[in-house]
């Protein structure tokens, strides 16, 4: 008790000091905002962080399979990031016998390392500039003729440089295509997996906690990088050697303070900060509430189901999570938008920079015309493609009705054949046809209802009243092949998918026939002849301004430090450690510690389930190093920094640039961040150092992998 009293005070005397940080930001690593970071506590030089002379932190970085962000902390390859980055390949390993994702697992040497076919890592050994390159002979041109001159250019100037056969240049647009970056890659294909925690502890709390603090998750994995015997990218080979990295990061297992410095370096996926007032209005207003409403009919009518029955829970556990991980996210993001008041402070701004710059105001007066003429085919977009997204009997007409089309055209061989079967049969494994023609007619009377009489095709009327929606649609799926409780020469895609695509044209012929296909027919034909090519060619138009606005931004307002919004490029983000006052009378302290995943203990539950050996542990106080002043082990932090998507599994380093803790979620009260980001109520969270050292130390028994790294005491 005395200890949490002790956080919750140090929290509260935390928010009345003034946070430092004007903007957030994602920065490009060799333009970083080296002042404010030095004002904020860092120790380090930027050309500590990114330096093409000498080793420094960002040969230490890498993007972990095209989406995540990982590190190595060891000279022999060692890799970190998150459980949830590394899910695939551990489930991939994981049999009925031996359950990787259930009883985790650990190698006890190199040699029981896993491969893993098909994972990558990429390091970014250098980034250049080359707008002038890219947009020379651009000046007066337009739509097409300006997309194809600048796709001209970048070929160009990826032919023009001299790289090695194990290295790539990709060439990334900036500020809405005002500036342009070159990325020079090497990517390493041979990664094994090392150790990873049970999912009681790697994914604890599971969608309950998801994008909520406080936080309680080992969210942590480890793989190895393996290369040849020059140290170069190889294909996997018995005879690769664990790679020599030029840095790796020291593992730090320090006390945290509030206000410590941080920085986290990673790969964040896609944030849209310098968008108008006008554009982040129907945001709030118009498009996250439309997804937002189709979801919740949607989780509505599974959680009824799941709850009546263990079976359908269990098969739908995944997909519930899947559906609700956003869902959750935009709610988050409507109440932070709101509660900073990021439309007004918007709107604010604009008048600022149209008193210094009166050439402006056309741009954002033009903005405001085409975001209004946009709004209500986006509008309708948000629910077609939401509908269409969580009705999986929709999905399923989607996918056979590609199918038809490729075979019509010619382009379905054997191999793409192959590819469909082996995805249908995966998607049927855990397909309920019955709850999913609920769920189907459900939301489409929540779209006969909610979308205006010219994007609904002709007698979609019917579907208005959900009773007589869900009985047309349980009849429709009662004789459908595609939801298997139709038959097809006496077989099902249940019993015999292969049967089924046997006879080519018999399938197609009755998929032709099949009433819910045609269903779905119509309402793709409505959408594309009515909302489609319109959104399109509007937004083709906002780009346009878009990119002339963000230039009259960095153009007019000299006071400012501008970052390019995130784009999957390698960035530097920073803040401080701190907790959070998102509501009134509500503090939340910036740790938690193991005495919280006992606290929150259900034996046998799916999401709160703790290892009988975890629990021994903490009993015995069997700490180690890795408990903190309080006595006990810290398990996960809040911070400033400004992340998103992609930042899953970035290092987060302290002001001498030590790994502190692993990146791998955002608190729910600030994801508006990637629209408006707001320090008094933007955090991120991340895994502790102290607890994924003690995890692997005293919980798996693999002090080997701790005697590889550099731990700072």
Sequence with gaps: ??????????????????????????????????????????????????????????????????????????????????????????????????????????????????????????????????????????????????????????????????????????????????????????????????????????????????????????????????ADKNNKPAEYSKDNVPFTPKYFLPVSVKDKKEDDFTFVFGFPGRTTEYLPAIAVEKIMTEIDPAMISVRDVALKTLDEKMRADDATRIKYASKYASVANYWKKWIGEVEGLEKSDAVEKKKQYEQTLISKNPAIKPTIDELIKKYNEQSPYSLNKAYYSEVVRNAETLTLANAFSGYVQSVEARKMDEKALENLKSRLSGFYKDYDAELDAAVTAKVLSLYANKSQPQFLPQGFEKFKDVNASLQSIENLSKNSVITGRGKLNGATVYSDIDKIFADQNALIQNLKNDPLMQLFGNLKSTYLSTTDEKVTALQLEIDGLQKKFMAQQMETDKNRQFFPDANSTLRVTYGKVKGSNPRDAVFYGYQTFLAGVIEKYIPGDYEFDVPKKLIELYNAKDFGIYKDKTGDVPVAFTATNHTTGGNSGSPTLDADGNLIGLNFDRQWEGTMSDINYDAKLCRNIMVDTKYILFIIDKFANSKWLIDEMKIVK
């Design 1 to 226: 008790m005395f200890k949490k009293n002790v956080l919750i005070i140090s929290a509260v005397f935390g928010f009345s000091l003034a946070i430092a940080q004007q903007y957030g930001g994602m920065w490009i690593p060799t333009e970083l905002n080296e002042k404010e970071m030095k004002d904020l506590g860092m120790k380090i030089s930027a050309k500590d962080i990114f330096n093409t002379e000498k080793p420094s932190i960002k040969d230490a970085v890498v993007q972990f399979n095209g989406g995540c962000t990982a590190e190595i902390i060891s000279p022999k390859g060692l890799l970190l990031t998150n459980h949830h980055c590394g899910y695939d390949n551990i489930q991939n390993h994981s049999t009925l016998e031996n359950d990787l994702l259930s009883n985790g697992f650990w190698a006890k040497n190199m040699t029981e390392e896993l491969p893993n076919p098909g994972v990558t890592v990429d390091f970014i050994t250098d980034i250049k500039n080359v707008s002038e390159q890219i947009l020379q002979g651009t000046q007066n041109l337009s739509g097409k003729e300006l997309n194809d001159k600048i796709n001209e250019n970048i070929e160009a100037y990826k032919t023009s440089q001299n790289i090695q056969d194990y290295q790539k240049i990709v060439v990334k647009p900036m500020y809405y295509g005002n500036q342009y970056y070159a990325y020079i890659i090497e990517t390493y294909k041979d990664i094994r997996l090392v150790g990873a925690p049970p999912q009681s502890i790697g994914k604890f709390g599971s969608d309950t906690d998801n994008w909520v603090w406080p936080r309680h998750t080992g969210d942590f994995s480890m793989f190895r990088i393996y």
